[in-house]
């Protein structure tokens, strides 16, 4: 009897297995898919209504004094909308993938969890058709519990979208990576730090 077996999609996974599928994935984005990792991740927040910029910035810090800040570099700022943003730093996919898994169990455990907005994991690629090069965003949403694309096409102060590119990337990867398919659940997020 011969048995054969095939990789299936990964259905919608929870922050710690998303984490761990990204940073296993680390070979797969630069080998075929010629994407590499910038170095940097950002988890974004959302602040509660009355939260000044300062309050905002100061709840995150307080919530992060249990993170190893000895194996993992971060920094927190707030943007011009209130939002704060957790930017870690490191050379490696795997490393800032268990970061950000680490990240969000911080969070939860501070009462934050329901207000992560998303996980953000930028990525250069080289277009060669364009000969440019291309920043893809991939955002962990919680509240789908899944990976979708986001690239900007063009001057970013026009806030365009590059959707055909969008779609192939998620084609490429939904084999490997937890990825939201309908479209209508795709968002792009302008302005970011990362």
């Not at 990204?22 to 080998?31: C, H, K, L, T, V």
């Not at 919530?63 to 209130?82: I, K, Q």
Request: proline letters at 6%; glycine letters at 6%.
């Amino acid at each position: 009897m011969c048995l054969f077996t095939f990789k299936r999609a990964p259905k919608h996974s929870t922050w710690p297995e998303a984490m761990e599928a990204m940073g296993r994935n680390s070979e797969r984005f630069e080998q075929q898919l010629d994407t590499v990792t910038t170095g940097e991740v950002a988890v974004l927040v959302r602040p509660t209504e009355d939260q000044s910029h300062t309050q905002t910035k100061a709840e995150l810090e307080r919530a992060l004094t249990g993170m190893d800040r000895a194996r993992y570099h971060f920094d927190v700022t707030v943007d011009e909308m209130g939002h704060g943003w957790v930017i870690l730093k490191g050379e490696h996919l795997p490393e800032l993938s268990q970061g950000v898994a680490s990240m969000g169990d911080i969070f939860a455990e501070a009462g934050l969890g329901e207000r992560v907005v998303a996980a953000v994991f930028p990525f250069r690629w080289h277009d060669s058709t364009a000969q440019q090069d291309r920043r893809i965003y991939w955002l962990y949403q919680p509240r789908i519990r899944g990976f979708t694309p986001f690239v900007p096409d063009g001057d970013l102060s026009h806030e365009r979208r590059h959707h055909d590119l969008e779609v192939r990337m998620e084609a490429a990867i939904r084999r490997d990576l937890p990825t939201e398919r309908k479209t209508s659940e795709w968002f792009p997020i302008w302005g970011m730090p990362v």
